[in-house]
């Protein structure tokens, strides 16, 4: 099938470039295998208008709204490959189909790492979480951790005392000094150098962590930083540039959102260094018009 855009990944940036897209009456086609980075929250905060909504009732509601549109099209299917034409890309899903459009659009996001401790997986996206203003409000007011994954988690801890009283877990290897040091004694942070090796709680929420001298501190919430992976075949089918961040790998892209390669543009985490559904949403904006604009001037 021949369309004039294709965009694979249907959570906040992907279904955000699809709406100038539709508005400005191009064809759309929207890729997605409905497992977005998000799945493990069950709201969504922070985000103007849609505060506290749950991330797939936000999916559904961006969905039913673009389907308002005639030239827009959802297929619930996985991307398998992506092959460059002289007159634009062609895309195969895992069912064997293929759709062919001039510009191409990547928001399928990227996959967390998350450090191998005891409980923590189990916890993630409830009270072991990344993003303060995403869930931090939420965590207010009990006993706080930031557990440090690279020197990037001394800035965090400087920041989490606003919402609670907070200690740094160094886990013997990120050891704060000098200017850093001082902020976080000014911000009144604890530093614990013994690491972590148990994250205690019901699955939902985390009650203590473990140490590996045997104490057990009390924990509300605990804050860590994952290493971003781009791990998906699509884009080592594209070979596209990327760029080493403090979180991980983004795609490299240009102000407009497109890539080392003409005519694809990428948007969300998976080019962000920062990384919230309302910069995803930008974005997603971003790349959409620009995609838009490329149709226009046959950039």
């Given amino acids: 099938m021949k369309t004039e855009v294709i965009i694979i990944g249907g959570s906040f940036a992907g279904l955000s470039a699809a709406m100038p897209l539709v508005r400005g009456r191009r064809q759309v086609v929207l890729i997605d ?3 977005p980075r998000n799945r493990f929250a069950k709201k969504s905060h922070g985000v103007f208008c849609i505060d506290g909504k749950a991330p797939a009732e936000i999916r559904s509601t961006a969905l039913s709204q673009l389907s308002a549109y005639p030239t827009f099209q959802v297929v619930e299917q996985t991307a398998t490959k992506i092959t460059q034409t002289p007159d634009g890309f062609v895309v195969t899903l895992n069912n064997g189909e293929t759709y062919e459009a001039k510009k191409l659009i990547l928001a399928m996001g990227v ?13 993630w996206g409830t009270s072991v979480i990344h993003c303060p203003y995403c869930h931090g409000y939420e965590l207010r007011d009990g006993a706080l951790g930031v557990l440090a994954t690279s020197e990037m988690a001394f800035h965090q801890a400087v920041m989490i005392p606003d919402w609670g009283v907070t200690t740094l877990f160094t886990q013997g290897q990120f050891n704060p000094d000098g200017e850093i ?16 090796t148990q994250i205690l709680g019901d699955g939902e929420q985390i009650h203590a962590v473990c140490l590996t001298d045997g104490r057990q ?4 919430g605990l804050y860590v930083a994952p290493n971003v992976v781009i791990d998906s075949p699509l884009l080592q089918s594209l070979n596209l540039e ?4 403090p979180m991980g790998v983004t795609v490299k892209v240009n102000n407009f959102k497109e890539s080392s390669i003409k005519g694809v543009f990428v948007a969300g985490d998976l080019s962000n260094p920062m990384q919230n559904a309302t910069l995803a949403i930008s974005s997603g904006m971003m790349a959409g018009v620009s995609a838009h604009r490329a149709l226009i001037f046959n950039d």
């Fill in 33 to 35: 295998a409905n497992s």
């Fill in 217 to 220: 501190i009390p924990l509300n």
């Fill in 242 to 245: 990327t760029l080493a961040t």
């Fill in 111 to 123: 996959t967390d790492q998350l450090p191998d401790i005891v409980g923590l997986k189990e916890h």
């Fill in 181 to 196: 040091l001082a902020q976080l004694i000014r911000r009144d942070v604890a530093i614990e150098k013994t690491a972590i």
